[in-house]
């Protein structure tokens, strides 16, 4: 007789865990409930797997920090070293979710499963989508099919890799998509499907995975807009940050005037990204030369996951042409 798999689930808070007043208003607070009431809703889950909760934190993922990643990176690799977890369920608030999965992609030493998943609605909701997603994270999180696919975001029924996905809506259920890929995979009933694998470089072959920095680089990031003006991009200069990912228009496009910032940047040591505000597509030199600019081009980084990208690099490596190898692969 097969053993069931044993899956941990860590709860942070967010919609998921969040509760309202009434069963049909759209005011709620996020953060409320207990992972273990939430289970509660799916007793169903136990047939499949050995299920532990624990909540770890329980915040809105708007307030997630940089501390409690390096935190949360620290407990799961724990837990996955230990012969008594197959894998992780992470319940998230939707708001920084693809941030987080990204984040833990590039320093979790595991192939076992990491999953993470959210709702666009509070547990008291009659519409909510959460009992359901976490019913589905777990069933990713058990199967074998799984392990070495990297860190999974899973809600809607669809199954996305950690280094294509986004949040694409404010409050719409079908609220996640990898705008260029698609899904890795699907949850049909309880059978879990995986339609391709990603060959960008994640968890236990990661350069990041092998030691956890104890903080990360101060990295910001810029918005491009019609007219836009330099005022933010010399603040940050004067404040010497380690980097800046500016999320330029189309192509990963810098104003004129702009481009003698990007000369002062770099003289003083920072280092600038050139990603895009639009949520398809790689940025790669084209109008701009990243030679000429001594810019690194974000590929298909989104620029809130280029931030982190940079960051990580930033904690082993100060070299140009290195960490633009490393927005290559990774």
């Known amino acids: 007789m097969n053993k069931k798999p044993k899956i941990h689930i860590l709860a942070t808070g967010g919609t998921i865990a969040g509760a309202g007043e009434t069963s049909v208003g759209a005011v709620y607070e996020p953060g409320k409930m207990n992972i273990n009431d939430i289970l509660k809703l799916i007793p169903a889950i136990n047939e499949i797997a050995d299920i532990s909760g624990e909540q770890f934190i329980n915040i809105g993922s708007q307030d997630i920090t940089a501390t409690l990643w390096l935190k949360l990176a620290r407990h799961i690799r724990k837990y996955l070293a230990s012969d008594e977890v197959d894998g992780i369920v992470i319940t998230h608030g939707t708001d920084t979710i693809e941030e987080t999965a990204y984040f833990l992609n590039l320093i979790i030493p595991f192939s076992k499963p990491v999953v993470l998943t959210g709702s666009m609605r509070p547990t008291t909701a009659y519409s909510t989508d959460g009992p359901a997603n976490l019913f589905n994270a777990i069933l990713v999180a058990s199967s074998k099919n799984s392990i070495g696919k990297g860190v999974l975001v899973t809600a809607n029924e669809k199954i996305f890799n950690a280094h294509g996905v986004s949040k694409i809506a404010t409050t719409h259920i079908d609220a996640f998509a990898d705008c260029s890929y698609g899904p890795v995979g699907y949850v049909n009933g309880a059978d879990v499907e995986f339609q391709r694998s990603v060959k960008k470089i994640h968890t236990v072959k990661s350069v990041f995975?092998?030691?956890?920095?104890?903080?990360?680089?101060?990295?910001?990031?810029?918005?491009?807009?019609?007219?836009?003006?330099?005022?933010?991009?010399?603040?940050?200069?004067?404040?010497?940050?380690?980097?800046?990912?500016?999320?330029?228009?189309?192509?990963?496009?810098?104003?004129?005037?702009?481009?003698?910032?990007?000369?002062?940047?770099?003289?003083?040591?920072?280092?600038?990204?050139?990603?895009?505000?639009?949520?398809?597509?790689?940025?790669?030199?084209?109008?701009?030369?990243?030679e000429k600019l001594g810019t690194i081009a974000s590929g298909a980084l989104i620029p809130q996951k280029a931030k982190i990208l940079l960051q990580l690099a930033l904690t082993i490596t100060n070299d140009l042409l290195q960490i633009r190898e490393i927005f290559k692969y990774y």
Not at 235 to 240: D, G, M, S
Not at 266 to 282: D, T, Y
Request: net charge positive; proline share 5%.
């Open 209 to 290: 995975a092998k030691t956890l920095p104890k903080s990360l680089p101060e990295v910001v990031i810029l918005y491009s807009y019609a007219g836009i003006n330099t005022m933010l991009f010399d603040a940050c200069i004067k404040a010497q940050v380690n980097g800046i990912v500016f999320a330029g228009t189309g192509n990963g496009n810098v104003p004129k005037p702009f481009l003698s910032k990007v000369k002062k940047a770099r003289e003083k040591n920072i280092h600038i990204v050139r990603a895009s505000r639009m949520l398809r597509g790689e940025v790669v030199t084209g109008e701009l030369s990243d």
